[in-house]
């Protein structure tokens, strides 16, 4: 039943390491996004995504990339993390239409811990 | 960008009912204000949505003055599991990736029992 969802929910790994956290929606919604949410609980988005256009936020490293196999899924993936990566990562989505400004629906998050 | 202001933290105790503003001064003609619910270990959940006046669904009412700078986030008659972070979004998901979509550092909401 689980609308937005993310594996793994916990991450731990070492500096330098590469890594992915897997997203996949049923909702049928055309656009997916990551953020980032620090220990101070700021949400920033990363990336937004549809079928056509990848729109990315010029302050994520480029270690940053998000690789979409189909519509329902959105997997980011980390190479040579370091320890300022350490945060809850957020998946969501939602259907963007001409009219509407419709919501965004957010998985339960991946806290990724670097050591 | 439509940076959003909201008090940091706000308490409250059950039954009464509790109004969060969000001051969004530069918000533009094609934005919506969004409000979004979170407990801890969650993402955050899509509460309610607005344009102009006002909006109200089965958990809350959104009020939207016509110069549309601010808008206040109304829980009526609260209770322990209301207690959460609130956070108001401004913004058009139409601009997919727009930096309008980071969100503000919210309200933490604590309910009194």
């Known amino acids: 039943d689980t609308a937005v969802s993310q594996t793994p929910k916990y991450l731990v790994t070492q500096m330098g390491n590469d890594k992915s956290i897997k997203c996949e929606q049923n909702?049928?919604?055309?656009?997916m996004y990551w953020y980032k949410q620090d220990s101070k609980k700021f949400l920033k988005i990363m990336f937004s995504?549809?079928?056509?256009?990848?729109?990315i936020n010029e302050t994520v490293p480029n270690r940053f990339s998000p690789k979409s196999p189909d519509k329902a899924h959105l997997n980011l993936h980390i190479n040579s993390l370091e320890l300022g990566d350490s945060a809850v990562y957020f998946c969501a989505s939602s259907q963007v239409a001409e009219r509407d400004n419709s919501p965004l629906h957010f998985g339960n998050g991946t806290r990724l811990t670097v050591t | 960008l439509a940076k959003t202001t909201q008090p940091i933290s706000m308490d409250s105790y059950e039954g009464q009912e509790v109004n969060i503003t969000c001051s969004h001064n530069n918000i533009a003609t094609n934005d919506y204000i969004t409000w979004y619910q979170q407990f801890p270990s969650q993402g955050p959940r899509f509460i309610i949505q607005g344009y102009k006046t006002k909006v109200t669904n089965e958990v809350a009412s959104l009020f939207i003055p016509a110069d549309r700078k601010s808008s206040t986030l109304s829980l009526p008659r609260v209770s322990l599991s209301d207690t959460a972070v609130y956070y108001c979004l401004v913004g058009d998901s139409r601009n997919f990736g727009n930096e309008k979509l980071t969100f503000g550092t919210g309200t933490r909401l604590t309910i009194i029992p």
């Open positions: 995504y549809n079928n056509k256009e990848l729109i």
């Open positions: 909702l049928g919604h055309d656009t």
